[in-house]
């Protein structure tokens, strides 16, 4: 077999971007990270810094709580961004725009996003990954709205974030 045929160019190496709030990480958040890694060669894992929401944890409290969450896998990196998703996709060199799906209410929501994105750059493919069954409930709102009324959180996020979460109330 010819060399040329086998060989990969840079062009094939396909970047994802994973943007969200991440207010905190969820497991069902780590397990789309989880699936994203072995399906592309390199995961960058966004949090929007957005000026006009009152986050619970900083950004940069995020950020470490992510790192912390995924320094098993190899392929993924950990980054903030403000802006327009597509401009920083596209300073990343990324063309594939991963969200995921857990109930069809997310969908109108979601495909909405995904086309505004298409009309900003036509560059970018946005790529859905269904949730894990077990986790199609969860989200960072109900994490929070638990640990505010005093439940227990640690089968809803890594344990790191819930550490943390127990740290803030106690
Ligand atoms: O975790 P979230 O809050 O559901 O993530 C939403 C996010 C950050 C992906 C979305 O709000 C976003 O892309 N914001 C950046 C601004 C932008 O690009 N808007 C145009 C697409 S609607």
Redesign the pocket.
Known sequence: MALTSVSLSLDSVVIAIY????DPITLGHLDVIERASRLFDQVIVAV?CNPGKDPFFSVSQRLEQIRRSTQHLINIEVDSFTG???EYAKLRQARVLLRGLRVLSDFEKELQ?AH??QTLWDGIETVFLATTKEYSFLSSSIVKEIAKFGGSVTHLVPANVADDIFSYYN
């Open positions: 943007p969200g709030s991440f929007l327009l998703t597509v996003m505004t994105n």
